[in-house]
């Protein structure tokens, strides 16, 4: 089992930037791999960024590349977001996910450990 819990979420103005952080237990991080999603009211939820294992790979969704960036922290057990330049249709409530199956994984069913989410507002 592994449990996670994020924080960082806000409300902020379109450009401005935040740092969502993912905090794991129950099993030694650096044996699963990581990831972030996002859920907008009335959307279905969907891929932003994963990270490997040993966090020497990632992945992003083409709507977030070049703005946000994942990383993580094995010794912290903590899996960041960076996000940059926010816009508007970035708000959603955003999710941390843990997979002990294949690292970079761009789809929900390939995680089996949620968080329970925090809400990012971006306004105009």
């Known amino acids: 089992q592994v449990q996670l819990i994020e924080s960082g979420g806000g409300s902020v103005q379109t450009g401005d930037s935040l740092r969502l952080s993912c905090a794991a237990s129950?099993?030694?991080?650096?044996?699963?791999?990581m990831g972030w999603f996002r859920q907008a009211p009335g959307k279905e939820r969907e891929f932003v960024a994963a990270?490997?294992?040993?966090?020497?790979?990632?992945t992003y969704a083409d709507s977030v590349k070049g703005r946000f960036t994942i990383s993580r922290d094995n010794a912290r057990n903590t899996v960041y977001l960076q996000m940059n330049s926010l816009k508007p249709e970035d708000t959603a409530v955003y999710y941390c996910a843990a997979t002990t199956w294949n690292d970079l994984g761009t789809y929900s069913v390939l995680y089996e450990y949620w968080g329970q989410g925090t809400q990012v507002t971006v306004s105009s």
């Open positions: 129950g099993r030694t991080f650096s044996s699963v791999a």
């Open positions: 990270i490997s294992r040993s966090g020497g790979s990632t």
